[in-house]
């Protein structure tokens, strides 16, 4: 069953409907959906680009399907109503609660008028003490409480401390290990990260989420050190930035939540 009530649509489509369609980018998954005055067209990533037009009609709702009669066809494919599956709902579910998390997000953010303090709480939660105090100073007194100015803050924090590497989600199982290799964390815990072997490699291939697939066979092998090595940034796209973050003492899950409340993306 889809749970979505009738206030948070009407939030939704009153805060952010246009006319012609209000584009809202699901910065983890590339999809974006549509916000109407009266309706929202949620997408997905599924291989017959199924779309859910979702509306209320006396406080009842509505979801129409639509997606590709053929979708071997490509370009000459065509839209066309489709029957709602679990499957479906699950997508449908999902993809609308993570844009509503979203939103409220931004909102809650952009009302702060200024990041800093909720940046700081970041660096005491991936950053040793010292070293997170003497960021802390560093920052401007005014963080534009927008994702992109939190991010570049961020990244240069990152980048000066030797924790911040960048290259193609393809690179992961092979070059792109030897960049993790020089991430400041993983030096000083003495680590050397293992590209996978033929079979390990076939196995995260066959993944049904390569991303997810490859980050799980590198972060396997820092178990035991209590590091994660995180995909971080504004999006999760095919060119993507990694860090390495301490997984003790719940900083992970705290850092993760702080992220979160600044609007930016992971995937661990």
Request: hydrophobic share 45%; aromatic share 8%.
């Amino acid at each position: 069953m889809i749970d979505i009530s009738l206030e948070t649509f009407n939030w939704l489509t009153s805060n952010y409907g246009k006319i012609n369609g209000n584009s809202f980018l699901d910065a983890r998954e590339n999809v974006t959906h549509e916000i109407f005055p009266d309706k929202v067209i949620i997408g997905s990533n599924f291989i017959n680009c199924a779309t859910y037009q979702v509306y209320f009609t006396n406080d009842h709702l509505h979801v129409t399907k639509f997606e590709l009669d053929n979708p071997l066809l490509e370009e000459s494919a065509k839209m066309v109503h489709g029957d709602m599956t679990e499957e479906d709902q699950t997508e449908l579910q999902l993809r609308w609660n993570t844009m509503v998390r979203d939103l409220q997000a931004a909102e809650k953010l952009q009302n702060s008028g200024n990041a800093r303090n909720a940046l700081a709480k970041l660096y005491l939660n991936i950053f040793e003490e010292d070293q997170a105090l003497e960021l802390i100073d560093e920052l401007p007194s005014l963080v534009k409480p927008a994702p992109t100015a939190v991010w570049e803050e961020l990244a240069v924090a990152l980048q000066n401390s030797g924790n911040l590497v960048e290259f193609e989600w393809s690179d992961l199982t092979d070059t792109g290990i030897y960049a993790l290799n020089e991430l400041e964390p993983i030096q000083m815990a003495g680590i050397v990260l293992d590209v996978p072997t033929e079979e390990e490699y076939e196995e995260i291939i066959a993944a049904d989420d390569f991303a997810k697939a490859s980050l799980e066979f590198v972060n396997q092998q820092l178990k035991e050190h209590d590091l994660k090595i995180v995909a971080i940034g504004t999006v999760l796209d095919e060119f993507q930035a990694f860090t390495c973050l301490p997984a003790h003492d719940g900083k992970l899950a705290h850092a993760l939540a702080h992220l979160t409340e600044l609007c930016l993306v992971y995937l661990y």
